[in-house]
Nanobody
Framework: QVRLVESGGGSVQAGGSLRLSCAASGVTYSSHCMGWFRQAPGKEREGVAITDDDGSAVYADSVKGRFTVSRDNVNNALYLQMNSLKPEDTAMYYC?????????????????WGQGTQVTVSS
């Protein structure tokens, strides 16, 4: 059974940085597309950054140039480095794995989810 545990969220001022981590277990880590999603109050969950097992990455337009996703296949970990944070980045951030459909930025394409970690950016 896949288990994902996020950490690293917190409160920062605009322009600051945070690094999120996701510890994965119960999955053939290196063979799966994994990524980060976020959901703000009253909004739908959206894809932020996805990485494939070859290390390639896809980003939402809103975070390009500011966020970097990376993975450590040896330690079964996924990371999201977030720089130049903006108040609109405030959301619950989720790690996702076990891709079952083609649209890698769609939340419905993933079967495994973590519990989320809160990121709050103040102006």
């Amino acid at each position: 059974q896949v288990r994902l545990v996020e950490s690293g969220g917190g409160s920062v001022q605009a322009g600051g940085s945070l690094r999120l981590s996701c510890a994965a277990s119960g999955v053939t880590y290196s063979s799966h597309c994994m990524g980060w999603f976020r959901q703000a109050p009253g909004k739908e969950r959206e894809g932020v950054a996805i990485t494939d097992d070859d290390g390639s990455a896809v980003y939402a337009d809103s975070v390009k140039g500011r966020f970097t996703v990376s993975r450590d296949n040896v330690n079964n970990a996924l990371y999201l480095q977030m720089n130049s944070l903006k108040p609109e980045d405030t959301a619950m951030y989720y790690c996702a794995a076990d891709l079952v459909a083609d649209d890698i930025l769609a939340p419905t394409s993933y079967r495994a989810w973590g519990q989320g970690t809160q990121v709050t950016v103040s102006s």
